[in-house]
Nanobody
């Protein structure tokens, strides 16, 4: 079974940094869209950054451009989210997600189609 497990969340002051990790198991790190979504209280879950296992970053939310970066380690099936210059509006539950994609063309930032999800890690910025 595919499992995604997030870690690295926490509380931080505005302007600070956090690094989230997603450990994936149960599938080979090839031809997958993998990335991060977040959900603030009372809001829809939104895509943050998505990366294709066989190519570059495919989706970047405008609100995090220049502050957040995504990276992967295909050897360990890990995906990482480096968050710098955090703002209070970045507060929310951050989820790791994945789906298979033949070419990476479907690695969009909408949650539809992502069939593998972690349980989330909380990020609070004050």
């Amino acid at each position: 079974d595919v499992q995604l497990v997030e870690s690295g969340g926490g509380s931080v002051q505005a302007g600070g940094s956090l690094r989230l990790s997603c450990a994936a198991s149960g599938f080979t790190a090839s031809h997958y869209c993998m990335g991060w979504f977040r959900q603030a209280p009372g809001k829809e879950r939104e895509g943050v950054l998505i990366i294709y296992t066989d190519g570059p970053t495919t989706y970047v939310a405008g609100s995090v451009k220049g502050r957040f970066t995504i990276s992967r380690d295909n050897a360990s099936n890990g995906v990482f989210l480096q968050m710098n210059s955090l703002k209070p509006e970045d507060t929310g539950m951050y989820y790791c997600a994945a789906k298979w994609s033949a070419s990476g063309s479907t690695c969009w930032g909408q949650r539809d189609g992502y069939n593998y999800w972690g349980k989330g890690t909380q990020v609070t910025v004050s």
